[in-house]
Antibody
Framework: EVQLVDSGGGLVQPGGSLRLSCAAS????????MNWVRQAPGKGLEWVSY????????YYADSVKGRFTTSRDNAKNSLYLQMNSLRAEDTAVYYC????????????????WGQGTLVTVSS | DIQMTQSPSSLSASVGDRVTITCRAS??????LNWYQQKPGKAPKLLIY???SLQSGVPSRFSGSGSGTDFSLTISSLQPEDFATYYC?????????FGQGTKVEIK
């Protein structure tokens, strides 16, 4: 069974740092690209970052570029999001999501999601 | 960036109703459009990918259509477990933008 378990959230002061983790199991982690998606309280979904299976390609939303760093350790089946210079507007539930490319298609989807971890940025 | 606009933002419907949610892209995304369902306190769940392909395990009362810039998600006969928020997402280009969501509530 595919499982993604998000962890590492908590309360942090503005300007602080936090590192989120996503532990994967039930599939060959090293062959899938992964994403981070966040959701501010009462708001919609916002894509944050993408990392390819080999870490050769990484993308960020403009809202986090230069402050957040996505990485992965395929030996540990883990995805990470290092968040620095945190702002109040970064307060959200953060989800990791597996990226799947259906057979014969050029499109991708987020087919499995973690349960989310809450990050609160407040003094 | 490609902007995704859903309508309506919310709707009230009864069990058994046919419900349609629309999603418009700010530029053509061919058929690179996905739909997700999210219930309160839970992670989103994939329903439809590539505009009209039903994800495995998703009930057949859900269907998707459209291409280019205009898309729709239809629930043919609303069930109690379908009351949730629905999001479209374009998978044509990074950033991988979502619509703002449509909340389906009980009338």
């Amino acid at each position: 069974e595919v499982q993604l378990v998000d962890s590492g959230g908590g309360l942090v002061q503005p300007g602080g740092s936090l590192r989120l983790s996503c532990a994967a199991s039930g599939f060959t982690f090293s062959t899938y690209s992964m994403n981070w998606v966040r959701q501010a309280p009462g708001k919609g979904l916002e894509w944050v970052s993408y990392i390819s299976d080999s870490s050769s390609t990484i993308y960020y939303a403009d809202s986090v570029k230069g402050r957040f760093t996505t990485s992965r350790d395929n030996a540990k089946n883990s995805l990470y999001l290092q968040m620095n210079s945190l702002r109040a507007e970064d307060t959200a539930v953060y989800y990791c999501a597996r990226e799947w490319v259906p057979a014969g298609m050029k499109s991708f989807v987020f087919d499995y999601w973690g349960q989310g971890t809450l990050v609160t940025v407040s003094s | 960036d490609i902007q995704m606009t859903q309508s309506p933002s919310s709707l009230s419907a009864s069990v058994g109703d046919r419900v349609t949610i629309t999603c418009r892209a700010s530029q053509s995304i061919t058929s690179f459009l996905n739909w997700y369902q999210q219930k309160p306190g839970k992670a989103p769940k994939l329903l439809i990918y590539a505009a009209s392909s039903l994800q495995s395990g998703v009930p057949s009362r859900f269907s998707g259509s459209g291409s280019g810039t205009d898309f729709s998600l239809t629930i043919s006969s609303l069930q109690p477990e379908d009351f949730a928020t629905y999001y479209c997402q374009q998978s044509y280009r990074t950033p991988r933008t979502f619509g703002q969501g449509t909340k389906v509530e009980i009338k």
